[in-house]
């Protein structure tokens, strides 16, 4: 079941790399089904808390008419920030699954990891789903865009 909800979450990643976002996907679990599924569209929105983990999180509360999801779970390819890992505690989340890590901002291991402090809730956390294939759309996505940036450097 792990394996079949990331690959969801890789489908919203896919969509975010069709709109040169940086490809980060999130689904939300309730007993066995996808009750929210969101991808990073900071460019797009020009917001900078348009995370795909937020994201689901405002469409799972509106469709449970709750802010507690204290019988859901997240899965994300790539780990949450420090913004998102505070979203995650608040929203009472059961657990997370992360595709793979991010050394350079995340917050739920790499560079800090929120969710063992002593806050008011615990989320379980399991890393390492389907990686390989999380790390894949990240390195493509990049590998484009500097051939892009690159590109539009001659240019001028």
């Known amino acids: ?20 976002e940086v490809p980060v996907g999130a689904v939300i679990v309730k007993d066995n089904k996808i009750i929210a599924r969101a991808h990073n569209v900071k460019e797009t929105k020009h917001d900078a808390t348009s995370h795909a983990e937020i994201l689901a999180i405002q469409k799972a509360c509106k469709k449970l008419g709750a802010w507690r999801l204290t019988d859901c779970d997240m899965y994300v390819t790539l780990e949450p920030c420090s913004m998102c890992a505070g979203a995650l505690i608040n929203s009472r989340l059961r657990k997370l699954y992360i595709g793979t890590q991010d050394e350079k901002t995340g917050a739920c291991g790499s560079v800090l990891n929120l969710l063992e402090y002593k806050f008011n809730h615990k989320i379980e956390i399991e890393k390492y789903i389907l990686k ?22 001659r240019k001028k």
Not at 1 to 20: N, V, Y
């Open 1 to 20: 079941m792990k394996e079949k909800f990331m690959k969801e979450a890789l489908k919203e990643a896919r969509k975010a790399f069709e709109k040169e």
């Open 132 to 153: 390989d294939e999380c790390e894949r759309i990240l390195k493509d996505f990049f590998k484009q865009l500097r051939k892009r940036n690159k590109l539009n450097s």
